[in-house]
């Protein structure tokens, strides 16, 4: 039951996928894996404390990395970082190599302002990972955050020589390029009519541009 449940809500069809969840807990409330299923269906579902719950109850039964990944990002989205951290170690402890949790540890200690660390947990992401421009963005603002600017701007711009079209490296490397001196006139454009919009205000601000 549990596994069909997996098999509907990859195919996006939530409705039959919570049959087979519901079904799958209530024939075998010790089915850690069925628990997951049902947590990671609230989540895609928007129904987070329900979510939380679900994922409680695998972690109680069997503490798998998946849930316990899952559970971190709920902390993180929530601002609880400490608490996310602690479950991306668990899964670092099973997966040394897993990109994504290296990613999270990252944002998470961002959040608690350790910039310098998550520099080193975005490296180790960018090593084992599969070139996700979003860890070499990440590492370029926590650059930004110790001030260093060129850092920042070598990392932005290696994800715009990949993609021309990610208006989020345009713009963080504009906004890095205003902090070294440089002029950001041309990527915060570059950014704006990508539809990055926060690049509008920063347009205004350092561009008297609209």
Known sequence: QSSLGGVYMKEGDYITAEQYTDKAVVLDANNYK??????VLHLRKGELSQAAQALDKCI??????????????????????????????????EEPHNARAHFIMGNCLEQNGNFETAI????????????????????????????????????????????????E??????????????????????????????AEQALVKFCNSY
């Open 120 to 167: 080193a947990s975005y490296n180790k992401a960018i090593e084992y990972g599969d070139g996700d421009p979003l860890f070499y963005i990440r590492r370029g603002v926590a650059h930004m955050n110790m001030h260093d600017n060129q850092a920042a701007i070598h990392d932005f711009s290696l994800v715009i020589e990949k993609n021309a079209n990610n208006g």
């Open 60 to 93: 109680a039964l069997k503490e798998y990395p998946k849930a316990l990944f899952s559970r971190a990002l709920l902390h993180q989205q929530a601002g609880h970082p400490l608490q996310a951290m602690q479950d991306v170690e668990k899964v670092l402890a």
């Open 34 to 39: 069925a628990w997951y299923n049902k947590g």
């Open 169 to 198: 490296a345009w713009y963080w490397r504009g906004m890095a390029k205003q902090l070294a001196g440089q002029m950001p006139c041309h990527d915060l454009n570059k950014a704006r009519n990508l539809g990055y919009k926060e």
